[in-house]
């Protein structure tokens, strides 16, 4: 090998390590100030919002809050909730015909089972006068391990009144994402009644689980319709470097671990592999990895440099990411709220606001600028 | 010789019934604590699913955010401390290496055994086998409760 290709290859294998410094996102000079709504929740995961205003909060421990007119309470436990790890109570969503479709959907990593551990459940409740009753599974990942990691889980409706769920790989890489027989690493799809669409894209394929409507995810903790196009998107937590932005579509393949952007946690690679033809590309990686959670569009004019952007929120990092988008990709990116703590949750509210699940804080309400 | 046995059997029956109910006040379950060499292997795999991705590959942690474990004074000063945080979780501020954190580090949800593997491993990685830590037994993390 001559001196230059090594040389090269020196400064290549330089860059590589100097990019866990993220070079690529901006601090503001002034950031937004925020008010905390309440606090009484370790980990806020989950949020919707009623048309009303008022809102369902999940804490990652298994309990379910109701928050109206500035009053807290706690209108449920979930039962057989697995709490470890990763694992625990997860989103809540609120159907979107709501209340004429009195249901709210949760998910979480749950023991139901006859192996020991966990895997990703489905479940639906009804909700009125401020109490949930009549909670049932309406899926449920198998088979349960004990593993701590990668159980996903957000939900989404489309315009067409879809719902759509993620699930993580469960810490079984070279098992899950890539195989439609089995659960994990998939993105699903229901009808409102947690039945399976027909028109699924694996429906009429033997031994395929019916509900997978995407798969070769890793762990997907964010997921949005946008606002526009009515698409559903995601974000998953990639490896070391290699967080992705995808846009699903019906029965495509997003490559996980055959094709990624990112390295293992020590340092080792398990791929080389970036694209294949028959794989999709992601929207948007993130190199370094920001370990991201939470996920919304903003549409309200109430922050004028945020509309038509994507906020997510870091784990790692622990800020809120303004992403600045256009149908070629990010076009910049800005922390938010920076160093508030590990950001899990967002979301728009009907009144425009952002609010923000942040882990040790609470809710916090993100303040436009005067 | 029968009345021998029988004899045998009735003194045995007695110190058996005996110990049993002396031992169910402080009742322990039975374990078997695992040689350091082996613990310190099942903690890797611990610590490679519930640690590494906020304290990183060699415990070096992200300075302000997530303290390091390499070389950590917190650690050795702060032995009870360090298991019970891995037990129960730790929130506030607390100073590393002359550092100051302030985050929220929630219960991760492991059996005590697996807090022992980890915490063997820990210490006995990322520059802290020089200091030479007592082996964290499961006996010891079974002892902590959370106050």
């Keep these: 090998m001559s001196t230059k290709i090594a040389t090269l290859l020196f400064f290549c294998i330089s860059l590589i390590a100097c990019a866990q410094e993220d070079t690529t996102i901006k601090t503001l000079d002034k950031d937004y100030d925020y008010e905390v709504i309440f606090d009484n929740i370790e980990i806020p995961w989950g949020m919707d919002f009623f048309g009303d205003g008022s809102l369902l909060i999940t804490s990652k421990e298994g309990q379910v809050f109701y928050h109206k007119d500035g009053e807290t309470t706690k209108v449920a436990d979930i039962p057989n909730v697995y709490n470890r790890g990763q694992g625990g109570l997860l989103d809540v969503k609120i159907h979107p015909e709501y209340p004429q479709k009195p249901w709210i959907y949760f998910t979480h990593a749950s023991t139901q089972g006859d192996e020991e551990g966990g895997h990703t459940a489905l479940v639906r409740a009804d909700f009125a ?48 994402p890539q195989d439609i027989t089995r659960d994990g690493g998939k993105i699903y799809r229901f009808h409102e009644d947690g039945t399976i669409p027909e028109d699924n894209p694996f429906y009429d394929q033997e031994e395929a689980k019916k509900a997978i409507y995407s798969y ?4 997907p903790q964010g997921m949005e319709i946008h606002p526009e196009t009515g698409e559903i998107w ?3 937590h990639g490896p070391r470097g290699g967080d992705e932005i995808n846009i699903i ?28 033809p028959n794989m999709q590309q992601p929207f948007y990686y993130w190199v370094p990895s920001i370990a991201p959670s939470g996920m919304t569009f903003v549409t309200s004019d109430k922050y004028p440099n945020l509309k038509g952007n994507i906020l997510a929120g870091s ?16 076009q910049k990116r800005e922390k938010l709220l920076d160093k508030i703590g590990r950001v899990r949750s967002v979301k728009q ?21 005067s | 010789m029968k009345f021998l046995i029988v004899f045998i059997v009735v003194v045995f029956s007695f110190e058996y019934l005996f110990f049993e109910s002396e031992n169910s006040s402080t009742y322990l379950p039975i374990t078997q ?45 702060k032995r009870t401390e360090s298991i019970k945080s891995v037990k129960y979780g730790l929130k506030g501020e607390i100073e590393v290496n002359g550092e100051t954190y302030n985050n929220n580090m929630t219960s991760m949800g492991l059996t005590d055994r697996e807090v022992a593997d980890v915490m063997n491993y820990i210490m006995n990685n990322f520059g802290n086998e020089k200091k030479g830590f007592k082996q964290v037994s499961l006996r010891e993390v079974s002892s902590l409760s959370e106050d």
Excluded at chain 1, 130 to 146: C, D, E, I, R, V
């Design chain 1, 315 to 330: 784990l790692k990092f622990q800020y809120l990411e303004h992403l600045q988008i256009d149908e070629s990709g990010v």
């Design chain 1, 349 to 369: 509210g009907p009144d425009g606001f952002i609010y923000v699940g942040v882990e040790g804080v609470g809710l916090v309400k993100m303040l436009p600028k």
């Design chain 1, 249 to 276: 579509k019906k029965g495509e393949n997003y490559g996980w671990p055959v094709i990624s952007y990112g390295i293992n946690y020590d340092g080792t690679e398990f791929t080389d592999e970036t694209s294949r």
């Design chain 1, 234 to 236: 995601i974000h998953e």
């Design chain 1, 129 to 176: 006068d401020g109490k949930l009753s009549n909670l049932q599974t309406l899926y449920k990942a198998s088979p349960n391990t004990t593993k701590g990691v990668h159980f996903g889980s957000r939900l989404e409706f489309d315009r067409d009144g879809f719902l759509y769920m993620s699930i993580g790989e469960r810490g079984a890489r070279d098992v899950n």
């Design chain 2, 33 to 77: 604590e695992k040689n350091l060499q082996q613990s310190i292997k099942d903690g890797e795999g611990v610590y490679a699913e519930f640690c590494m991705r906020c304290h990183l590959a060699q415990g070096e942690g992200v300075e302000g955010i997530y303290p390091p474990l390499a070389n950590s004074n917190w650690l050795s000063e």
């Design chain 1, 216 to 219: 070769g995810h890793r762990n």
